[in-house]
């Protein structure tokens, strides 16, 4: 898994790539964690990249949204691969993440 | 293949898994949803099958019969009741979700059949089968 | 495309095939709308079936959506093909349609 | 292919799109999206080009050089902007969500590159692109 961020005052975008495991998560969502404290707790996921995502890479996604959304902000997403799709929708993560066509649609859905 | 439940051996029943699934002839959405559902159950053996006493010994062994792909996960963890794991309440918002608590969701929907059996000589042995051809 | 519909006391569940597009979207809606006058306007989608769907299809779920909202029910969907799901999730529908993992637990959602 | 803006030639015109994708060697996911895109742009001609008009023209040409598709759609309607179609508030909840109004961003979606030309003289002209390899 691989994991850039770029923070622009108002918003956090961070791209996240390869394998989301249990083995990768935790690196995940201690980044995750750290960019929820900056830029209003406005944040990107962009998971085009992501070609596996397990229960453990929900669950960092979900103490994201529920620790942004505390914030007053939200963890919003762009770009997904197919079947990773399948398991965010069967898991019912279509529902909590808003998803935006691309991440500059993302970005400019939060409030300046 | 076997090992012990570290992170490794984890990643690396993950590639066996993907592995097996292509030579068993299955397109790519197939093997992606088998190796999620290998990766989960034996996330839980490391995880709360092996709780407290550190890594511990598992097995994984992939069969196919070209209409069938069966794996088969054996460890010598607690036991446990896989049929008495409650599914997740999807509609719930976000703030209502507790962290955790889809594994054992998404083995269900990753898999057409499901056969579980623990006894104290044998240890546990789960099965994960999946339709590959009509 | 073909459309079937099992209505029980409580709840409906009209099963989608083939193609949804602005040749048949029509009689969709008009079928859904039928069904979201019965059964406490409790509907479930099963789209397993559906090879295609463009934005005619859409607006016949948006609009059942929205009628059996109106009446106190709810329009929720179990089974989705990944292209089709694409479709949804590319035009913010699978935040607007409930998801389960079957027609059963979609149908056993909805209150007695 | 070419015809009048019936439900039938719409639904051939989807037929002709899959085939053509596949003949040029693109993916079943690829052939879906262009499917998609083609279908939303003629749907189009059809409810709001040729509107009160009755059907009118339409033409519908697909070339592939191996590395992108290209989908050329003709036709003599009125001619619009399309440029200045705004694009859907897809977080707005249901209740305030507008019937209808996807079809354009669904055409974007699914395309790598759209052109539009429009003069009173050949009519509309809207070509759609795909790039079916990197
Ligand atoms: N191999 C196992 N050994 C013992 N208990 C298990 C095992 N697998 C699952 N469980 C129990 O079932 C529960 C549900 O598992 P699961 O659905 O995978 O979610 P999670 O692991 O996130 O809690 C676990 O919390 C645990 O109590
Ligand atoms: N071929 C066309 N000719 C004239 N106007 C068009 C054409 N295509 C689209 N439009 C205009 O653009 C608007 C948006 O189109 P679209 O996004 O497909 O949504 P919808 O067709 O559901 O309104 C239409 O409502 C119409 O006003």
Known sequence: MEITAETSPNVTVVSISGTVD????GALATSLREHAGNGGSHLVADL???DYMSSAGLRALLETVKEARQRGGDLRRA???PNVLR?????GFTKILKVFPDVAAAAASFPA | MSGVTTPGTLEAIQAFVVDGCRRAGADDATGFDLRLAVDEACTNVAMHGYAGAGPGPIGVVLESDGTWIRVTITDRGVSFRPE????????????RRPLGGLGWHLIRQM???IEYHSDSDSGNRLVLGRRIKP
């Open chain 2, 111 to 113: 898999t057409d059949e």
């Open chain 1, 22 to 25: 249990s083995g990768t998560a």
């Open chain 1, 79 to 81: 770009g997904v691969q």
């Open chain 1, 48 to 50: 085009a990249g992501v």
């Open chain 2, 84 to 95: 008495r794991v409650e599914p997740p309440d999807l509609a719930a918002e976000a703030e």
């Open chain 1, 87 to 91: 398991v965010l929708d069967l898991s």
